[in-house]
């Protein structure tokens, strides 16, 4: 059964940097593109972020990018999210997912909440 | 960037009845064409991938169909477990979007 676990979320003020990893189990991590897809309290998904199976090619939404950097570990199974700048409008709930690069996002984690406020 | 627009933004019906989900992008899509399900409180489950295919486990009555611009999604007969929202998704081109999505709601 593929397990996606988010952690690191937590209040950070405007202006702060944030570290979100997600660890991954259940499938052969390294043949898996990976991804970061976000939801602002009461509001759709958006995506965020996006990291091929070695970790060559990245893929960010304009929103973030230069200010976010996504990166892994296939030796730890890991995907983290490293949010530097953050911005009030950066509040959601983080979800990591499985796939994005040339697939549909197959499985999703229950999310960690980054809420930014002073 | 392609823009998705979903519609309705609400749907209410009795379990039972059949929802149509209507999803058109502002350019062709392919077929590269995902739906996904979400109920509060939880992660996005997905339903259907590149337009038609139901992903494991997926009960028969979700369908979807379309091509290039418009896309359905049709749940042939309401079970109380489907009340939730819907999101469609288009992997065609970067960035990656989705649909502001479809409530399906008790009536």
């Known amino acids: 059964e593929v397990q996606l676990l988010e952690s690191g979320g937590g209040l950070v003020q405007p202006g702060g940097s944030l570290r979100l990893s997600c660890a991954a189990s259940g499938f052969t991590f390294s043949g898996s593109a990976m991804s970061w897809v976000r939801q602002a309290p009461g509001r759709g998904l958006e995506w965020v972020s996006t990291?091929?199976?070695?970790?060559?090619?990245?893929f960010y939404a304009d929103s973030v990018k230069g200010r976010f950097t996504i990166s892994r570990d296939n030796s730890k199974n890991t995907v983290d999210l490293q949010m530097n700048s953050l911005r009030v409008e950066d509040t959601a709930v983080y979800y990591c997912?499985?796939?994005?690069?040339?697939?549909?996002?197959?499985?999703w984690g229950q999310g960690t909440l980054v809420p930014v406020s002073s | 960037e392609i823009v998705l627009t979903q519609s309705p933004a609400t749907l209410s019906l009795s379990p039972g009845e059949r929802a149509t989900l209507s999803c058109r992008a502002s350019?062709?899509?392919?077929?590269?064409l995902t739906w996904y399900q979400q109920k509060p409180g939880q992660g996005p489950r997905l339903l259907i991938y590149?337009?038609?295919t139901r992903a494991p486990g997926i009960p028969a009555r979700f369908s979807g169909s379309g091509s290039g611009t418009d896309f359905t999604l049709t749940i042939s007969s309401l079970e109380p477990e489907d009340f939730a929202v819907y999101y469609c998704?288009?992997?065609?081109?970067?960035?990656?979007?989705f649909g502001q999505g479809t409530k399906v709601e008790i009536k």
């Open positions: 350019q062709s899509v392919s077929s590269y």
């Open positions: 997912a499985k796939g994005g690069h040339n697939s549909w996002f197959d499985s």
């Open positions: 990291i091929s199976t070695g970790g060559v090619n990245t």
């Open positions: 998704q288009q992997r065609n081109t970067w960035p990656r979007t």
């Open positions: 590149d337009t038609s």
